[in-house]
């Protein structure tokens, strides 16, 4: 049935008068424990924008809007500031760039061509599990190596060519899992290397209270680790009702074979492009150092070589027209998905400030598992971890749970901190359920072919599953050998 009820009367109104009274007057509820009256604000601002994006899928930016607006009228700053932040965060900018190059793989129909190769693969013909896990798993991989945002960018146009393809709907669930199971496997394979990256905030912390981190341990824990994930969120996905592969199976490929006709001379430098992007990203994330020519490449970093890729897509012309129009590109541009990021980011930072109370909530709430044994405390804290980081800043949540196991540490001589900080380190990424978690999580939300719904359900599997791979595998491996 329509939400629009009898009468013409739409239901987008309650919709906005809801979400406009969690932003808006939240904030005069009375503050409740250690949380601070700015707290109070931001859980508001923050509930509303669940609920706003939640009821209305189709059109995530009204409510972004919005929440920018709400936050502007806190003790944070004035709406410019808050615009100002939200766009200013790396990954945010990050993903606008990236965007150039989604309008370009989409305007020279190469995302349709990769498509057509992958559909139309003899090796998975009639077996649709096995294209499903070549292409959740394969390119979740390569981001080992490289930013998963700029893979995740150009997979997700990717998919959504497959899935139209294959004929899928919005909302349907098999969508949603194969986008759950890329991210799922990106954000566990994050942590894999403790010396680069993400991990070295880790290594740090553990520096300066005194323990030195088994990197041979971590790295034998997290590969498998990695192993089981990919291959328990395929067993998953096989598993769970409503997950259905038979569009996939019944599919035609000689239609596809023939589709898959020689690349254009625009598609090639689209291509070249493409690639040169990220092979740069990788050689750039290896070689990037304090001195000479490594230095030169640090500080060009991701980010300059994104944007020199750009400008040299933007100068190269193919028969006549540039490989990069700066006119046809932006009308690829998803905004909804920029718009949910870029505020979902700034308002989750807010959420575990020092000021809104949160996180002292939070150590509060924990004190009660200090006395537990230590495999139930350390399941007990990856378990805070993994719940927390899906609504609030990964970096905050992440820092205060090491905090509290090393505090936890300094009473417990015996206990095993550094399978603590590893559980803590993977756990404390993997933000995927809803769209505050992390970019990840709102590049989910903000698929077109996934529905508030479906990405949940998606989202509650993955959550499930996790918790089982850290007590079965990260836990005992870890405290096995480490």
């Avoid at 290594?203 to 323990?211: F, K, L, N, Q, S």
């Amino acid at each position: 049935m329509s939400e629009n009820a009898k009468g013409g009367f739409n239901m987008k109104y309650v919709h906005f008068a809801v979400t406009f009274a969690f932003m808006f007057l939240f904030r005069f509820v009375p503050p409740v424990g250690t949380i601070t009256p700015y707290g109070m604000a931001v859980i508001g601002i923050f509930i509303g924008l669940i609920y706003g994006w939640s009821v209305d899928a189709d059109n995530l930016c009204w409510s972004s809007l919005m929440g920018i607006v709400a936050l502007g009228v806190t003790d944070f700053g004035n709406a410019g500031t808050v615009l100002a932040t939200a766009f200013g965060n790396e990954s945010v900018l990050l993903m606008l760039l990236g965007m150039f190059f989604v309008g370009m793989l989409q305007e020279s129909k190469l995302t349709e061509w990769i498509s057509n190769k992958l559909m139309g693969a003899k090796f998975t013909q009639g077996k649709p599990w096995v294209l499903t896990a070549f292409i959740v798993i394969v390119p979740a991989l390569a981001t080992i190596l490289v930013n998963a945002t700029v893979v995740a960018l150009m997979m997700f146009v990717i998919y959504e060519e497959i899935f139209k393809q294959a004929g899928y709907k919005k909302g349907d669930l098999y969508p949603a899992m194969v986008l759950m199971g890329f991210m799922l496997v990106c954000s566990v394979a994050f942590s894999l290397f403790p010396f680069r990256g993400w991990c070295l905030m880790t290594v740090g912390m553990a520096t300066r209270a005194g323990i030195a981190i088994n990197m041979s341990g971590w790295m034998i824990t997290e590969v498998v680790a990695i192993a089981v994930t990919c291959v328990g969120w395929m067993l998953i996905m096989m598993i769970t009702p409503g997950c259905k592969v038979s569009n996939l199976k019944e599919i035609d490929i000689t239609q596809f074979q023939k589709d898959s006709k020689p690349l254009t001379p625009k598609q090639r430098a689209v291509l070249i492009i493409t690639v040169a992007n990220l092979v740069g990203c990788i050689v750039i994330s290896f070689l990037g150092g304090n001195e000479g020519f490594r230095l030169i490449m640090k500080n060009v970093g991701v980010y300059g070589w994104v944007l020199l890729m750009i400008a040299i897509a933007m100068v190269w012309h193919v028969d006549g027209q540039p490989v990069l129009d700066k006119k046809k590109a932006p009308a690829f541009f998803y905004w909804d998905l920029i718009l949910v990021v870029a505020v979902a980011m700034v308002v989750a930072n807010q959420l575990t400030n020092a000021s809104t109370g949160v996180t002292a909530m939070i150590g509060l709430l924990m004190a009660p598992l200090f006395g537990l044994p230590d495999y139930a405390f350390l399941l007990a804290l990856g378990i805070v971890t993994f719940v927390a980081t899906n609504f609030a800043n990964n970096v905050a949540v992440t820092i205060t749970m090491m905090t509290i196991a090393m505090t936890m540490a300094a009473q417990l001589p015996g206990m095993n901190l550094q399978v603590a900080l590893l559980v803590i380190t993977v756990y404390g990424v993997i933000g995927l359920l809803t769209p505050a978690g992390s970019v990840n999580g709102a590049m989910i939300h903000a698929h077109a072919f996934t529905t508030t719904k479906s990405a949940y359900i998606a989202g509650t599997i993955m959550l499930v599953f996790m918790t089982i791979v850290m007590a079965a595998i990260f836990i005992p491996l870890g405290l096995a050998i480490m």
